[in-house]
């Protein structure tokens, strides 16, 4: 009577390796888990190098005074925060902030659903009417303000439109009103393309099926807007207004080129007021601690405008 034997356990190939119980270590599972991470690591790399390092020195020389022309490198505690709550001028520069932000954010949502509705009508002309305003979105940024600064000047192109029909213009960079006035439309014109064409994206994936409905129930077209436009673009609309409030507060480029900060104080925002302390000062410190103000006042209108969502944002709880 013949024994049944076992099978003998084949041998892997050689350099192939093996866990203790003998099976393949680089498992189909395993593979997809190391393609994956390999996919994530350059942007992974690109995170931890250029935003969370740069996070924590910018804590780290809050509490330090680096005076690059002597040398020095110092620790101070808590005295630049302390210099924080002392600062004479840092009220009129979070006033100044706020008015930019508000202002802006107010014209280029308002202005980027308005254009975003007309061209949702199909009319003759709506994809040069789209290119028109969505060209500035792609235009060099230092470019576009120096145009502007030319076309802003007491004797630019503006106000000799202007005295064409009989009206004399401002000095619109040298008068404190006009000249915050004038940078958030510099601005507003230069990004409300990208939020106009979101908001195009948003209605276009409206079902009509509910335009038709509420017309034949007697609704009018702004009834049609406020009970069905608006909450079926909310996500849409909740996504522009953190862009644009994180963006408003991130300003630079044009209060540098334009108005340098002035007349007076009237246009020096938060992150110009953080590059003349910085960069022109020299006191890296202070400046670091007004990042570390600037990033507290990001985070807390994210946060709250993330939390609004429960209340006017379309499919959430």
């Known amino acids: 009577m ?5 099978p003998r356990a084949t041998a892997p190939p050689p350099g192939t390796s093996t866990s203790p119980d003998g099976r393949p270590f680089w498992t189909m599972h395993r593979r997809d888990q190391l393609a994956g991470y390999l996919f994530i690591a350059p942007q992974l790399a690109g995170s931890i190098l250029f935003v969370l390092i740069p996070l924590v020195l910018v804590f780290w020389y809050s ?70 305003f969505f060209s500035p979105v792609v235009v060099s ?12 000047q007491k004797n630019g192109g503006i106000n000799a439109g202007l005295d064409l029909i009989g009206i004399k213009g401002p000095n619109w960079l040298r008068d404190e009103t006009w000249s915050m006035v ?36 007697g609704a009018g077209r702004w009834r049609q807007f406020r009970q069905i436009t608006l909450p079926l673009i909310s996500p849409t609309v909740l996504l522009t207004s953190i862009i644009t409030v994180v963006g408003s507060l991130q300003v630079f480029a044009q209060i540098a080129v334009l108005t340098q900060g002035g007349p007076g104080d009237s246009t020096t925002v938060l992150v110009y007021y953080l590059y003349q302390q910085a960069f022109t000062f020299h006191h890296f410190g202070y400046g670091a601690t007004l990042s570390v103000l600037l990033f507290l006042i990001v985070l807390v209108l994210t946060v709250i405008q993330w939390q609004m969502r429960k209340k006017w944002v379309f499919h959430e709880s």
Do not use: C
């Not at 308005?114 to 002309?125: I, M, S």
């Not at 470019?143 to 600064?149: D, F, H, K, L, P």
């Open 2 to 6: 013949k024994t049944l034997e076992r």
């Open 63 to 132: 509490f330090h005074e680096w005076n690059t022309l002597a040398g020095t490198f110092n620790p101070v505690g808590a005295d630049n925060y302390r210099h924080l709550l002392d600062d004479p001028k840092l009220p009129g520069v979070l006033r100044a902030t706020a008015v930019f932000s508000v202002g802006l954010v107010a014209l280029n949502l308002t202005l980027a659903l308005a254009l975003a509705v007309l061209l949702n009508q199909k009319l003759r002309g709506s994809t040069t009417f789209r290119t028109f």
């Open 141 to 152: 940024l230092v470019a576009w303000t120096i145009v502007w600064g030319f076309l802003l």
């Open 182 to 217: 004038s940078v958030i439309v510099v601005q507003v014109f230069k990004n409300v393309g990208l939020n106009m064409v979101l908001f195009l994206a948003a209605l276009q994936g409206v079902p009509r099926e509910l335009y038709e409905a509420a017309t034949v129930d």
